[in-house]
């Protein structure tokens, strides 16, 4: 058996001679049997060519707007490829890639059956991996799978391992060779090839590692470049293998010398230098907004994202980030420049940019789910920040949106609206009444100071103008904490938590969305808001009730036209996740904490009353939040046009409270927002719940005895002890 494994590589390499004996016999045919062949494989010549190869595409950039589809708020192109012309390239660059590609380039007609000959005895052996395709094939090949004007499944059959794509390339390739210079086609080249890290085309190749031009590159510096075409992923030296970077310049630079391009001594000198990358980086365009408008940037990462996620713009990520830099498309955003702006005069008249604090602030239009504004008091930059101040003033984290690192922030009493949805949806009406003690003792399991003994006793904030008989409408106005802890225990804590979820609230962070998925039904306290969200999420929630039950998924865009002037698709994407009545009845309740009277005449106080004033009175809801120890606080209102929602926190150390003062100014910012968005634009009414759902506000129902007692039970039949032990198990 041990010989088996010599004897099989023996015959590997007798064979592969064998067909490189066949292919070097073709070349020395008679009469030039090959270029009878190449003829016939060019039949058409350069004229058949596809308009790809005859006309290098220059890629073209896309232009983002406003939603009034003329104010510019960036455009996005390949930032990471610029064609520069052949005398702006270093001679040692060039003639770096011609030793590491295709030795013998000079010396072909654009296909060489030496070259792949050596290749296919080289790989055989095992002793290195060669590629048998010539430069102008490379070429080929890059045009047909990088041209934005192609479909997906043409520019993936660009580099399918087939024989008919293979002599494809051969007949483009000697087309091209037959009108174009050996320079022309060089240029080409190293304008086109991917050198890894992003960067496409020798510019940007020189600009990504080493922060200067491709004339000033140094022998060492155009060795290593040169050798990352091959594999640049795996020779990439700044996210890849540094140690095999250095090989493959040092393969690169023997070759060179090995041509004659340099000498011995010199391939030694430039060996024996350190790697000495100056990695620059990549800013998107969304950094590179107009002077004055760094808040549109949030907007601009958020639109870009939601680009990344379309299959119309590709398969794949990577399709999709293409097509968005080179495919030339102008979009029309929902962004609102003048909402914006006020919501970003808003956000840093509460805090200034340099502040740990932050109010991120989101409008969404009800009933199309198009995000109208994205505020923060922050720069979206790259910009370095002071030591100390990791996110401020200058970040590029989605604190308005939430993604990778920002899970959100907690809400508050904002989520009584989930439970209020889930109970008028059981059948519950508005005049649900419960005498709400200051604090509730409650059948879930606690310890500390929200306990009363061993189960959790949420208690009111301000038991003198909380505690009482209570209904939807005053329980919701006052923020009364025991009524809504009670009602859901009515309906059940995981039906609030799938209310929620039905109305687009995320959860980002492991511990909620765990709770969510296996304990939901003893998270008495989500009516409270403790789950982390966002103000966008928040925002679109509030639009469902506004468009009376009608979710849409958060949309940036109004449209989306291609180049050759057709529209993609990018309408809203709509569905009814509440009844119509539902959603009535939560908007009536939702008048009261704005200072607003319902028709019933049942609101009685509110915890936002300076709304109605800001607004003059036109119909409004919403709601305020307080998180606990008043970490944050939160307001989100709506009409019937607009839903807004703000969040003062700090994004980056939640134990850092930002105190009950700060809701007063929370309130003002939204209600003023709101107010600009709905300038102009007729004033809408609400529609009224039907009297099933208000039932009979004057029929006072008394509380009820309740049994808090817990029952003698095993411990293994606690209702949080799988979830604990689940959780232990999770360390």
Known sequence: MASRAPLSRLFTVLLAGVLAGLLLAVVALPGNLLLGLATRAALGGYAALPDALRTPATPQRSYVYANDGKTLITTFYDVNRTDVPLDEIAPTMRAAIVAAEDRRFYDHSGVDLRGMARALVANATGETTQGGSTLTMQYVRNVLKTDP???AEERAAATEQTAGRKLQEIRYAKALEQRLSKDEILNRYLNIAYFGSGAYGIAAASQRYFAKTPADLTLAEASLLAGLVQSPEAYNPIDGDTDAALARRA???????????????????????????????????????????????????????????????????????????????TVVTSLDPQVQATAQQQATGVYGYDSKRALPIAAVEPGTGRVLAMAVNRHYSLDANPDGANNRPNTVNPLISGGDSVQGYQAGSTFKLFTMLAALEAGKPLSTGFDAPSRLPTRYAAEGDAACGDRWCPANANPEWMDGYRMMWDGFGRSVNTYFVWLAEQVGPEKVVEMAQRLGITFRADADAAFAADAAENWGSFTLGVAATTPLDLANAYATVAAEGIYCEPLPVVSVTAPDGSTVPVEPSCKRVLDADVARAATDAARCPVGQQSPFGQCNGGTATSVNRILDGRPVAGKTGSSEGNATETFVGFTPQVAVAGIAANPDDATDAVGAAVQAEVIDAVARVIATAVDGQPEKAFAAPSPELVGDPHRRVERPELDRRRPERDPADDPLADFRRWLDRRG
């Open 149 to 151: 004007s192609r479909t």
């Open 251 to 329: 393969y690169v630079l023997d070759a060179m010398a090995a041509t004659g391009a340099i000498t011995a001594d010199q391939a030694a000198a430039a060996k024996a230098e350190k790697l000495a990358l100056r990695p620059t980086a990549q800013p998107n365009g969304c950094t590179a907004l107009a002077d004055g408008h760094d808040d549109w940037g949030f907007f601009c990462d958020y639109l870009r994202r939601w680009w990344l996620d379309q299959p119309a713009f590709g398969e794949t990520v990577e399709e999709r980030e293409q097509t968005l830099r080179r495919g030339g498309y």
